[in-house]
């Protein structure tokens, strides 16, 4: 039986600008969930649009109702 205090809740968020359900519990947390490699250069992330550091990234708790922008950049044409 798991105990109150271990369960994780779903967290409804804005994720560019879209609705989105997550269980990550920090902005790390969040892009290792979506398959992102957070060592990558290049990505920035903005919560409630503030930018955060990205030496912040693992201590920067998600929120109910937070709007995060994850900005990555891609190959393409």
Known sequence: MVAMSDAKTLL???LN???YGTMA???????????IDS?????AVAV?????KRGD???TPISASDDIE???PFQGG
């Open 12 to 14: 409804s968020i804005r």
């Open 39 to 43: 060592s990558r250069p290049g990505i």
């Open 70 to 72: 994850i900005v990555q």
């Open 17 to 19: 600008g879209k609705p």
């Open 48 to 52: 409630n649009q503030k930018v955060v």
């Open 25 to 35: 519990g920090s902005i790390a947390a969040l892009l290792a969930e979506r398959g």
């Open 57 to 59: 990234w693992a201590a």
